[in-house]
């Protein structure tokens, strides 16, 4: 019996190839999971053996944990006296429980480290009583701190005044100096009111030119609009009365041109 291929009920139809594929692929996700489900098992017995091995060396090596806590019995006759006997039971306790004292030191590294990273912050880091650090209202300004008396000023008497206009310009080279300072603040403000007035006389001319050159601009090209208007008018003219036109051409053909005599001498003389 032939089946169509296209028939629903087709082996090897779309569906069912999908169908196929999907089950294949459920069926082996449950198998690498029960895998790893056997081998998790299988860890955890070999893992629990171990333990119960090691534990048991340990009792069998250092004694059970209670026996290690009592107190030791008094030593016989026949056997020998160990000197090193409280050494050996803190060994035990910390083959049981670790370096009570390696563990505060790794504790406080660890401590430091995150302090400077800023991981461990502490209640009172950021305060002043923690840092000694004096608030800006409780500390003298800088002004009264630093700056010293100002300095009396002496003014000279009249006595002072007469003998200093009477002594020559090599005794008196301050008050010249003064003087010439005067002087050339005087002709510095003169130039920069000079400059000041050829800037805005300069910028008045730029804007009077400017102004000129857009008017002009703007003539031109009120007389270019005006010249295409013209010609648009007379072509659409044209175009409504061409015979018009045509008696306008023949007008303009008829007329003779006039020539002037003295550059065209043999067509004035016809």
Known sequence: MNILHHKSWHVRTKENIRRVRKDEAKAAEDERRELERQLNVQNER???????????RMDNFYGSKSGTTDTPDEPSSSTHINFFEDLEREERKNLGSGNDDY???KEKEKE???????????LAQDTNELSKKKEWYETLPRR???LSKPERLVYPTSSEKSAS????EEKAPKRKREKSEKKDKKKKKKKKRAKH????????EEKRDEKDSKSSKLAELREERLRREREEKERSWR??????????DKEKERQKPKYNSGFNPHLSRK
């Open 103 to 105: 563990k505060k030191d």
């Open 165 to 168: 206009q009477c002594l020559p």
């Open 239 to 248: 175009v409504m009365h061409p015979e018009l036109a045509k008696q306008q």
């Open 197 to 204: 007035a050829d800037s805005d006389e300069s910028d008045r």
């Open 46 to 56: 070999r893992l629990s053996a171990l333990r119960n091995q090691a534990q048991e």
């Open 144 to 146: 009264k701190t630093t």
């Open 112 to 122: 430091e480290w995150e302090t400077k990273m800023g991981i461990l912050v502490k």
